[in-house]
């Protein structure tokens, strides 16, 4: 951090506060905040990061939502889920007006979203938000890229609130053999792996729903 805000102070010095690089190191060093979990300095130089590329870009230049999703995480780390969701919406919209439909940002844009669709009036939104995200990643990756499994993580655990077992079971297996097929052991996989021992609580013959 101590190297991060040295160089954002001298660039600040030097190329002014509405320079696009000074812009790019303030992201840099609200990331750096966030990982040791210094959500106030992180929220204050991601909001930098944001004024700075809103003066110079308009929504058509990467860096543009780039930046706002960095801004978008900073409020999420910081339990305001809310401001969270409305950048990712307004994200998700710019990708949809200016990227093509099966552009790799854009399934990464839907399951962002997604992920904050937390109420149950929701649900259904997330579900088809996650489903899109994974035709993209196939499109794209093939069946087995870790997006993939992350989505069909995500989609299982929204089953599994709404106790449709042999959906969530379903979604579970998928993500379980695609983390094992990358050889990838993480929190994602332990998730599936916790889960699918939940269902087989539930079903203790062989883990299968009726």
């Given amino acids: 951090i101590s190297l991060q805000k040295d160089s954002y102070d001298n660039l ?12 790019i190191t ?4 609200g990331l750096s905040y ?9 929220l204050k130089y991601h909001k930098i990061a944001v004024s700075i590329i809103e ?13 706002k999703s960095g801004l978008a995480n900073a409020y999420r780390n910081a339990g305001q889920d809310e401001k969270a969701k409305l950048i990712l919406k ?3 919209d710019i990708g949809k007006r200016n990227l093509p439909e099966n552009h790799p940002t854009m399934a990464r844009r839907l399951s962002n979203y997604a992920s904050l669709c937390t109420l149950e009036s929701e649900s259904e939104t ?32 929204l089953f ?20 094992q097929y ?21 079903y203790p013959k062989d883990g299968k729903p009726n």
């Avoid at 600040?12 to 812009?23: K, M, N, P």
């Avoid at 966030?34 to 992180?42: F, I, L, M, V, W």
């Avoid at 938000?129 to 655990?157: F, Q």
């Avoid at 599994?160 to 983390?179: D, G, L, P, R, V």
């Fill in 182 to 202: 990358n050889n990838i052991v993480n929190e994602f996989s332990a998730s599936t792996n916790y889960y699918l021992q939940k269902l087989n609580e539930f």
């Fill in 90 to 92: 307004e994200v998700l």
């Fill in 34 to 42: 966030a990982y040791n979990k210094d959500h106030k300095n992180s």
């Fill in 55 to 67: 003066s110079v870009y308009d929504e058509n230049h990467p860096e543009f939502s780039v930046t």
């Fill in 126 to 157: 997330a579900k088809d938000l996650y489903l899109e995200a994974i035709r993209i990643d196939v499109y794209n990756y093939g069946n087995n890229n870790p997006n993939v499994a992350t989505c069909h993580l995500n989609l299982g655990c």
């Fill in 160 to 179: 599994f609130q709404q106790k449709n077992w042999e959906m969530a079971f379903s979604h579970f297996t998928n993500a379980k053999e695609i983390y």
């Fill in 12 to 23: 600040l010095a030097l190329l002014g506060s509405d320079h696009e690089i000074v812009a």
């Fill in 26 to 29: 303030a992201n840099n060093l």
